[in-house]
T-cell receptor
Framework: DSGVTQTPKHLITATGQRVTLRCSPR?????VYWYQQSLDQGLQFLIQ???????AKGNILERFSAQQFPDLHSELNLSSLELGDSALYFCASSRGDYGKNIQYFGAGTRLSVL | DAKTTQPPSMDCAEGRAANLPCNHS???????VYWYRQIHSQGPQYIIH???NNETNEMASLIITEDRKSSTLILPHATLRDTAVYYC????????????FGGGTRLMVKP
């Protein structure tokens, strides 16, 4: 158990819909990262938050947004869903912003868009 | 971050050492080598990291060549539960903290 909690574990929805994925980092970790893993793209970094502020952005679509709340949990919002958004979404957390910070991953949310 | 090259797949007999190679010939002096693994569709799991010296922890050993152009992750006594995709990642520690995953090596431990 990494200490990173992601909910829900599975999500099934239809095209055009909007969903919210939630992540609770390990106790004491200030950074949260979101990654997407699809069959054809592998594991890809989406976005990082540190202590409530956006720190780095990867290949995140404009239809996707995230935020980190004062209690440090984070939410990834996916809107106008398309079939190609079906993937595993992982959240990771680390103690700091950069440096030798090990990232610990949650178990993921499996999103199926039908 | 430097690019890495790993064999797509490897087999290992249960109880034997698994040696997973990684080539990172364009690594620069301030880049670390990290290893993560992903068992089935679980979240990636940190294994070990190093800069230039060999490192060992309870999970594995990391051997980095003197020129730092390649490294080997060693699982000393592989078990069936070590069957996973192993990712070698090279990154600078002070330039953002995102991990760039390549294709990794799919290790199959066989009885």
């Amino acid at each position: 158990d990494s200490g990173v909690t992601q909910t829900p574990k599975h999500l099934i929805t239809a095209t055009g819909q909007r969903v919210t994925l939630r992540c609770s980092p390990r106790s004491g970790d200030l950074s949260v990262y979101w990654y997407q893993q699809s069959l054809d793209q592998g594991l890809q970094f989406l976005i990082q938050y540190y202590n409530g502020e956006e720190r780095a952005k990867g290949n995140i679509l404009e239809r996707f947004s995230a935020q980190q709340f004062p209690d440090l949990h984070s939410e990834l919002n996916l809107s106008s869903l398309e079939l190609g958004d079906s993937a595993l979404y992982f959240c990771a957390s680390s103690r700091g912003d950069y440096g030798k910070n090990i990232q610990y991953f949650g178990a993921g949310t499996r999103l199926s868009v039908l | 971050d430097a690019k890495t090259t790993q064999p797509p797949s490897m087999d290992c007999a249960e109880g034997r050492a698994a040696n997973l190679p990684c080539n990172h010939s364009t690594i620069s002096g301030n880049e670390y080598v990290y290893w993560y693994r992903q068992i089935h569709s679980q979240g990636p799991q940190y294994i070990i990291h190093g800069l230039k010296n060999n490192e060992t922890n309870e999970m594995a050993s990391l051997i980095i060549t003197e020129d730092r152009k390649s490294s080997t992750l060693i699982l000393p006594h592989a078990t069936l539960r070590d069957t996973a995709v192993y990712y070698c990642i090279v990154r600078v520690n002070n330039a953002g903290n995102m991990l760039t995953f390549g294709g990794g090596t799919r290790l199959m431990v066989k009885p």
